[in-house]
């Protein structure tokens, strides 16, 4: 299956900008939903972003404009840009892939993960 590893994340002060990037192992497929969740201490996974095979994205209401997703199948990259930070955007970040071009349901519909990287705003 498909690995993924994630970098870029760091320390920043509020409204700060970080780009996190996942490089897969295979080329990315056009019929796989690729997405970012995040995972603060103490509280559940939940979805940040999503770029389907398509190339639609869906951002999760908090992102508010604040972060823009990519992908690069060729490259077998998926990126995500995040500007204005805030402190309660701090947290593990997580690159997802699904064996499906859609992005419907939430974290247990995704099929391969990575490690993560942390992402600390304060």
């Known amino acids: 299956h498909v690995q993924l590893v994630e970098s870029g994340g760091d320390s920043v002060r509020p409204g700060g900008s970080l780009r996190l990037s996942c490089a897969a192992s295979?080329?990315?497929?056009?019929?796989?939903?690729m997405g970012w969740f995040r995972q603060a201490p103490g509280k559940e996974r939940e979805a940040v972003a999503a770029i389907g095979g398509d190339g639609d994205e869906n951002y999760a209401d908090f992102v508010q404009g604040r972060f823009t997703s990519s992908r690069d199948n060729t490259k077998k990259i998926l990126t995500l840009r995040m500007e204005d930070l805030k402190v309660e955007d701090t947290a593990m970040y997580y690159c997802?892939?699904?064996?499906?071009?859609?992005?419907?349901?939430?974290?247990?519909?995704?099929?391969?993960w990575g490690q993560g990287t942390q992402v600390t705003v304060s």
């Open positions: 997802a892939g699904r064996y499906a071009r859609s992005c419907d349901g939430g974290a247990s519909a995704f099929h391969y």
């Open positions: 295979d080329e990315l497929s056009i019929n796989a939903c």
